[in-house]
């Protein structure tokens, strides 16, 4: 059996692995709860370390099919250990900060040695962003492992077509396990991803990303693309705050897609509308791969567009929405 054909069947073992692991997660009362308080949208108490679920199954399988994934485990399964401490002990901000900076500085030091100081600089900045922002994104249920599923189900195919068959079934096993995952946690979920599942899989989506456009697989809008549902909601969100004052680092409930559940969209209903704004963005960035430099451009204008249109429509019924509150509570 070639080495790709033994690859076939690392999503199926990564996917039975992290359903079996889910659920002697729920049997375990001792592991940390997911509270509700003001800034939750889910009104019981529910585990939120369904992410050791998934971090497990992608350190397992990862050694057992691949070769060449070693660094993205190594740091993702550091990151992995910050952040079940933080569910466990809430750390200080500036100290997990300070663990997501070292991962992108040694994920370049490894495996992008000869980048100019002032674009690695960029790319820390870059990758500790997209480590953040899906923390930020794990807000409501089944998003995140939407996410999951669509962006590395994409990143696959995509490595697939660039010829690396190693990234592309690696990117496939962890598409398989946010499958498995989505089955305990799309609404209404029984288990939380938690941020040892968030932190790890922000990292791994901005490494695979800008080691696929270092390695000249995919250009560097591909990966942007690919996740901008995540990507522009928290940035958005990010600057909206930011400018306002606000501590953005903090829990709050002021993401679009909080809103839309806020607004009486719901949990099922706003992540079936992000599933289909995913898979749309996914799929443009696959097709636009092969497409004249011209064309590339012009689409991502039109998803600029479409993104700015999207924030403002929900800006605008957001407004509409808490003034009618405040006009009932007068």
Request: net charge neutral; proline share 5%.
């Amino acid at each position: 059996m070639s080495t790709d054909n033994y690859m076939y069947f690392a999503p199926m073992v990564a996917a039975a692995i992290c359903l079996a692991l889910l659920f002697m997660l729920l049997r375990s009362p001792s592991l940390p709860q997911d509270l509700p308080n003001d800034r939750s949208l889910h009104s019981a108490p529910v585990s939120r370390s369904g992410g050791l679920a998934m971090v497990f199954a992608i350190a397992l399988t990862g050694p057992l099919f691949f070769y060449g994934v070693g660094t993205w485990l190594s740091l993702g399964g550091v990151l992995a250990l910050v952040s079940f401490a933080d569910d466990w002990r809430s750390l200080p901000f500036m100290l997990r900060l300070a663990a997501h900076v070292l991962a992108a500085v040694a994920l370049l030091y490894y495996q992008m040695p000869d980048l100019p100081l002032p674009l690695a600089a960029l790319l820390v900045l870059a990758i500790v962003w997209g480590t953040n922002l899906y923390n930020f994104m794990d807000g409501a249920d089944g998003l995140a492992g939407g996410m999951t599923l669509i962006g590395f189900g994409a990143y696959a195919i995509a490595a697939w077509a660039g010829g690396n068959s190693t990234n592309a079934w690696f990117a496939a096993s962890v598409s398989a396990t946010a499958a498995a995952f989505l089955l305990l946690n799309f609404h209404p979920a029984r288990i939380f991803m938690g941020d040892v599942g968030s932190i790890p899989l922000g990292f791994l989506a901005a490494a695979m990303g800008v080691y696929g456009w270092y390695s000249a697989t995919w250009p560097a809008w591909f990966p942007l693309l690919t996740f901008s549902p995540f990507i522009v909601d928290a940035t958005f969100t990010l600057a909206q705050r930011a400018a306002r004052g606000e501590r953005f680092w903090q829990a709050h409930r002021e993401h679009y897609y909080q809103r839309l559940v806020r607004m009486g969209l719901g949990h099922r209903n706003t992540a079936l509308a992000e599933y289909v704004l995913m898979a749309a963005a996914g799929i443009s960035a696959l097709l636009l791969l092969g497409a004249p430099a011209f064309l590339q451009q012009l689409a991502l204008a039109i998803w600029a567009a479409i993104y700015l249109a999207l924030a403002t429509m929900v800006n605008k019924k957001w407004a509409s929405h808490m003034a009618g509150k405040q006009h009932d509570s007068a």
